[in-house]
């Protein structure tokens, strides 16, 4: 059974840091695509960023320069490290794992698994 499990959410203060973890088990995604999404109250789900099985990354505008992925393959877990975080960054963030096709890696509906999602939250 395959199963992906956040953690490393939490409250912090605005311009504070938080890295999240998502370790995956019952198979091996060293070639797949990771992602981490987002979704505030009454919002839909956002990405954040992507990291494809060779490295390559790709954030939402709102995250660059804040934000990295990075990925550890021996572990089959991918990080987020959020640093000057900001009240709008609020969000249960989860993560996901596929084989989209390059033009679909930021849709949520093209990533195959998902994490039971971390709460992140920032106070002004």
């Known amino acids: 059974q395959v199963q992906l499990v956040e953690s490393g959410g939490g409250l912090v203060q605005a311009g504070g840091s938080l890295r999240l973890s998502c370790a995956a ?12 999404f987002r979704q505030a109250p009454g919002k839909e789900r956002e990405f ?29 877990t991918v990080y987020l490290q959020m640093n000057s ?27 195959d698994y998902w994490g039971q999602g971390t709460q992140v939250t920032v106070s002004s």
């Open 48 to 76: 954040v960023a992507t990291i494809s099985g060779s490295g390559s990354t790709y954030y939402v505008d709102s995250v660059k320069g804040r934000f990295t992925i990075s990925r550890d393959n021996a572990k089959n």
């Open 25 to 36: 088990s019952g198979r091996t995604f060293s070639n797949s695509y990771k992602a981490w």
């Open 85 to 111: 975080l900001k009240p709008e960054d609020t969000a249960v963030y989860y993560c996901a794992a596929g084989w989209p096709p390059y033009s679909r890696t930021t849709q949520a509906n093209s990533y």
